[in-house]
């Protein structure tokens, strides 16, 4: 089958003529037709399979008809993100050459202005993500009542980014009537669900198993035992950086992608190979859309070799005549390796990808052989010890935990595992019988004032369990425990301290003497003791015993009255 058979203009089929392809792929044989006939469609193929073709090369027939209006799209097309949404772009400049179609491009990190005055002249194709679309729309500069083709591209992926409630957002701004595209690599449940609540009697178009790989991929997998030189953390990434330098080493790669799953390891791997004399770049989200861009076409341009980047770059990217993909980490979610892979083995070429793994990396392993329906081949390295999978993932490889702080619980005195318990506190002599404590050796170092007598042996200060103890029946018998054996009333206690306190003072300092304004409950004051009398008559220069008087209140100066005048 030709493209001609597929119902394309004139002006469309030169311009695919024009990038060489002469057959279309199955994807693009089944989706063409329906496009132009104005069905909606649900599409799932393996990545790399053409599906951005299929939807733009009949949307350009379809536009090729009809005139822009202000700020009013007359198709809108979705992407995750940004790479892919200038990849789509650049596929409408390529077949629509010959057509005078305006496009726009909206997506994050780029200026506002310059989209904002495309818009205003009138659009006919606009690719966007989501994100940036809305923040245009709720600042006015776009209108939506004008879309007649609406494609979601890269369903999966968005539901994975959690751009859901903003594609649901989008779609209710939208016509009723229109026309839905709908394109994934994968068919999950929820993706199904969005699909009837998107689209109106959509014809299903499935050219391979969903989640399936291509035949042109050689895949393979090796795993690594960690130990000798390689200890904790970080030893493990050393020996994963090291065993990827000598896999590049070994194969014969032209260009090649290295994907991992933290942004962190993005930067150690590149330095590490461009420390090891290998071209490389680096791609993740964290940097400025300049900069990824400049990057991007860095590597196509075969300035390097080598892309170390994050999954921004895992969906829908195309790079011609990419020989190998290398999984520095091995995803956590199962569909982000067919995407992975899926970079390579393009267009019917061949090309392999090969994927690192530690032994706790089994659940995640045995989850990508479940979803491809089929087991990863073993691989092999000269000079790094081969390591087994566990089965039960990560858990299965960390010691058992006992008690807080994280330490490891370990038997004593070779008692097993099973029967080891924290060891209990017992109390000592002392404090289990207090009465025979010693009081001299219990009480602590003071200061010796002349005159000081010891205090009597019931009131000598004990230990502190002892003086707990002590306390603690006190307030038993005060009703200061409750029925759970814990502390009672604040008033209580405090009561019970007082009065410890004034008997510790009445011992220690006053030698058996209680001073009177000791003896007052605390708040009330002291009752001021009775004069002596005497015979003596009162003089005026005894002070001390004249009644005190009361001090007049001061009077402001204007109050004052003036000084009496001098008399002759």
């Known amino acids: 089958m030709s493209f001609a058979n597929t119902g394309l203009s004139e002006d469309v089929l030169r311009a ?18 329906l496009v132009l006939m104005g069905r909606d469609i649900l599409a799932c193929a393996q990545t790399g399979t053409g599906k951005t073709a299929s939807f733009t090369l009949p949307m350009i027939d379809i536009l090729a008809h009809g005139r822009a209006k202000m700020r009013m799209p007359r198709s809108l097309i979705l992407e995750p993100t940004r790479e892919l949404a200038a990849q789509v772009a650049e596929n409408f400049d390529t077949y629509g050459k010959y057509h005078k179609l305006t496009k726009a491009l909206l997506i994050g990190g780029t200026d506002m202005k310059k989209q904002a005055k495309v818009l205003d002249a009138g659009t006919d194709v606009l ?126 790669v032209s260009d090649a992608i290295v994907f991992c799953n933290r942004k ?14 290998i071209t490389a770049g680096q791609l993740h989200g964290d940097m400025s859309q300049p900069a990824r861009t400049e990057m991007l076409a860095g590597f196509k341009d075969k300035k390097f070799n080598i892309l170390v980047c994050s999954d921004v770059a895992a969906r829908g990217l195309d790079v011609k005549n990419l020989s190998h993909v290398f999984n520095f980490d091995v995803p956590s979610h199962a569909e982000d390796y ?9 267009a019917g070429k061949e090309g392999h990808a090969y994927t690192i793994a530690l032994p706790e990396d089994g659940k995640y392993v045995a989850a990508i052989e479940k979803l491809i329906g089929k087991p990863i081949p073993k691989l092999s390295l000269e000079g790094f010890e081969a390591g087994q999978l566990s089965e039960g993932g990560r858990g299965s490889e960390r010691p058992e935990r006992g008690g807080r702080g994280g330490r490891d ?48 042996a019931q009131h000598a200060p004990r230990k502190d ?58 708040g009330q004051k002291p009752t001021p003791k009775p004069a002596a009398k005497s ?15 009361k001090r007049p209140r001061r009077r402001s100066p204007a109050k004052k009255p003036d000084a009496p005048k001098a008399q002759d």
């Not at 962190?264 to 004399?277: C, E, R």
């Not at 067919?338 to 393009?346: A, P």
């Not at 103890?469 to 019970?496: I, K, Q, V, Y």
């Open 409 to 456: 619980r370990k038997p004593r005195d070779g008692q097993p595992l099973e029967d080891h318990k924290p060891a209990e506190r017992q109390a000592t002599p002392e404090q289990a019988k207090p009465e025979q404590a010693n009081p001299e050796q219990a009480a602590p170092t003071e200061h010796k004032v002349a005159g000081h007598k010891p205090a009597p």
């Open 465 to 522: 369990e002892a003086r707990r103890d002590h306390h603690r029946s006190e307030r038993g018998e005060r009703g200061g425990h409750n029925e759970r054996g814990g502390r009672g009333d604040h008033h209580a206690r405090g009561s019970s301290r007082d009065d410890d306190r004034s008997r510790d003072i009445h011992n220690q300092v006053c030698d058996g003497h209680m001073p009177a304004f000791l003896m007052n409950p605390p």
């Open 535 to 549: 015979t003596a008559p009162a003089t005026k220069t005894d002070e001390t015993q004249a009644p005190a008087k």
């Open 264 to 277: 962190a390891d993005i930067s150690s791997v590149y330095k590490s190979l461009t420390s090891h004399g």
């Open 127 to 252: 690719i966007a993500t989501p994100g940036r679309l809305l923040d245009m729309f709720e600042r006015g500069h776009l209108l939506m009542r004008d879309v007649k083709i609406l494609v979601i591209d890269e369903a999966d992926r968005m539901l994975d980014m959690g751009f859901i409630p903003d594609i649901e957002k989008i779609v209710s701004m939208l016509p009723p009537i229109r026309q839905t595209l709908f394109f994934s690599a994968t068919m999950a449940p929820e993706i199904k669900k969005l699909a009837d609540k998107f689209l109106m009697n959509p014809k299903v178009i499935s050219v391979s198993a969903p989640a399936s790989t291509a035949d042109t991929v050689t895949q393979g997998l090796l795993t690594l035992q960690p130990g000798g030189q390689y200890h904790g953390m970080e030893g493990k990434k050393q020996l994963k950086r090291d065993a990827l330098r000598k896999l590049i080493g070994h194969e014969d």
């Open 16 to 33: 695919v003529k024009d990038t060489g392809y002469e057959h279309p792929t199955p994807i693009q044989a089944q989706a063409i037709p």
């Open 338 to 346: 067919v995407h992975r892979i899926g970079r390579t083995g393009r």
